[in-house]
């Protein structure tokens, strides 16, 4: 079956930076299409950026330019590159492929 692991979550002062990984087993990775979303406290999870098999991305207005979305094939990962964090982006971060979510990894944005 699927399996998602995410990690490189944890807690940041606004304007730094972090990297989240998410490593996937149980699937033809590179025919796959990838995501990450979040979920803030007391808020619906939302969606924040997505990439193709091919590598097109697509993001939410509120992080372009400053998180990159990416993918390495032959590590069947997907990452997030997130920099000028602000405290809105306080939230766990989920990646997620074909019907499957990772468990999620904090992130947290102080001021």
């Known amino acids: 079956q699927v399996q998602l692991v995410e990690s490189g979550g944890g807690l940041v002062q606004a304007g730094g930076s972090l990297r989240l990984s998410c490593a996937s087993s149980g699937l033809i990775f590179s025919s796959a299409h990838a995501s990450w979303y979040r979920q803030a406290p007391g808020k619906q999870r939302e969606f924040v950026a997505s990439?193709?098999?091919?590598?097109?991305?697509n993001s939410i207005d509120s992080v372009k330019g400053r998180f990159t979305i990416s993918r390495d094939n032959a590590k069947s990962t997907v990452y997030l590159q997130m920099n000028s964090l602000k405290p809105e982006d306080t939230a766990v971060y989920y990646c997620?492929?074909?019907?499957?979510w990772g468990q999620g990894t904090q992130v947290t944005v102080s001021s």
């Open positions: 997620a492929i074909l019907d499957s």
């Open positions: 990439i193709t098999p091919s590598g097109t991305t």
